[in-house]
């Protein structure tokens, strides 16, 4: 069988490179030529550990090729992003402009399926815009929602073990959609309807994001208490029913800090958890931005100088180069332009640049900073955490991500 995935991003790409490496001929599908040109020579344009070597693999056996066309196919998959608009009402237009692009190769017996998260009804809406220009195929073609579920970093495992929800407009739908990821996917394969579906990824990203959420509002309550909110989330999660999460600078990345805005958009009256929790680690960003503010100037009454202060970490979350929707990166680039004059190193071991600013290596800004401002758990951090006197040293440390946590 052959099929097209629409969108070679950090989706895409892995799951057409995985799909191919099944026995299934595919054609990746992207707008960008660069990427397409990449792809083809056998190189990744995204950063994850271990796709180099199965992409390099599927492209020298003819598996996978890359065009900024679809062709025909058997199957089609909708994997682009679907981003949020200024007022936090969800965009669909990539997923509208994919699902254009392959209509006209549409046949009788074809599969069309949306993994990209979408808003609740979106897979219906697709199917009225493909039948209101194929009226010929209702009835006779299979289309589904699949959500993806894997982890940045931990794709190519997750891709193959994770459990997947499967949700088709009809029975049959839903079956077509089963019988195609059951050639890659380990983990068992969860029937349903396309709106529950849709929901169940919305759910799980707003899950996180609720128990993200309550981790930070305790980290704020036992700032103010006098509590180290490290040593209570460790007690409070020795009880056998309880699992509270970290709290960090905010919540970033390109899903959790994005999909409950699709629950908010459409149940603005119903959604009240959901909506506070986004205020919450949306406020903890900037909670950590006065905090070291604050530092900043109580330093400069005390000492009679400046400081310097060194922000550790930009990715959104450790041991990864991603800074898309980062808090670390938006609370560093924050406190740049509010104090421009300030002595401000940046140090975030997995990049080599960012925004024309020259970064300091992390070993580096230790030593140099008056002020410590742990804002990633990167490893290297939680290392050097470990082998310094922090306590011993008159740095003044403002740790938001647990690098001390488990200092000994
Ligand atoms: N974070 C905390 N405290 C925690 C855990 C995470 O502050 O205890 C923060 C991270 O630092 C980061 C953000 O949350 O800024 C998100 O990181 P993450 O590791 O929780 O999740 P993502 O965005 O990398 O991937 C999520 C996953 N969803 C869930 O775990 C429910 C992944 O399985 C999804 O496939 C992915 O979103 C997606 O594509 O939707």
Redesign the pocket.
């Not at 959500?147 to 970093?153: I, M, S, T």
């Given at each position: 069988m052959k099929a097209c995935f629409i969108g070679l991003g950090?989706?895409g790409l892995p799951t057409s490179i995985i799909s191919a490496k099944n026995g299934i001929e595919v054609l990746g599908v992207d707008i960008n030529p660069k990427v397409v040109e990449l792809t083809n020579r056998g190189e990744l344009h995204i950063v994850e550990d271990g796709l180099d070597t199965l992409l390099k693999e599927v492209v020298a056996n003819g598996a996978f090729r890359a065009s900024t066309e679809p062709e025909e196919s058997d199957a089609y998959f909708i994997v682009v992003p679907t981003p949020f608009k200024g007022d936090h009402e969800p965009d669909i237009s990539y997923v509208e402009a994919a699902t254009r692009s392959v209509i006209p190769f549409l046949k009788e017996g074809d599969l069309y399926v949306i993994e990209s998260?979408s808003p609740i009804g979106t897979t219906e809406l697709m199917s009225k815009l493909i039948f209101s220009e194929r009226p010929e195929l209702e009835g006779k073609i299979y289309i589904a929602y699949c959500?993806?579920?894997?982890?940045?970093?931990n794709i190519i495992q997750?891709l193959e073990e994770n459990d997947r929800v499967i949700g088709g407009l009809d029975e049959a739908s839903t079956d077509k959609a089963i019988e195609f990821y059951r050639q890659f996917v380990k983990g068992e394969l969860h029937r349903t309807n396309s709106k529950t579906a849709e929901m169940c990824?919305l759910t799980?990203?707003s899950?996180?994001d609720v128990?993200?959420a309550f981790?930070?509002e305790l980290s704020i309550i036992c700032e103010k208490a006098g509590i180290n909110v490290w040593e209570l989330i460790r007690l409070a999660n020795r009880h056998p029913r309880v699992n509270i999460?970290?709290?960090?600078c905010?919540?970033?990345?390109?899903?959790?800090?994005v999909?409950p805005y699709f629950i908010t958009a459409d149940y603005p009256m119903e959604a009240k958890i959901i909506a506070s929790a986004r205020q919450i680690?949306n406020y903890k960003s900037f909670w950590c931005h006065e905090k070291v503010e604050n530092a900043m100037l109580r330093f400069e009454l005390r000492e009679g100088r400046k400081p310097t202060v060194a922000m550790m970490g930009l990715a959104?979350?450790?041991n990864i180069d991603d800074l898309r929707e980062?808090?670390a990166k938006s609370i560093t680039l924050k406190l740049l332009q509010s104090c421009p004059d300030a002595n401000i190193l940046v140090s975030e071991p997995n990049v080599s640049e960012f925004n024309g600013l020259d970064l300091v290596s992390y070993k580096e800004a230790y030593e140099r900073a008056d002020i410590i401002v742990f804002l990633?758990a990167h490893k290297e951090f939680v290392e050097l955490a470990q082998e310094k006197q922090i306590e011993l040293e008159s740095k003044v440390v403002l740790d938001f991500?647990g690098v001390l946590k488990n200092k000994k």
């Open positions: 950090y989706i998260t959500p993806e579920r894997v982890l940045p970093g997750e990824k799980e990203n899950s996180r128990q993200i981790a930070n999460l970290q709290p960090g905010g919540v970033g990345g390109h899903c959790i800090a999909d680690n959104f979350k450790p980062s808090p990633t991500c």
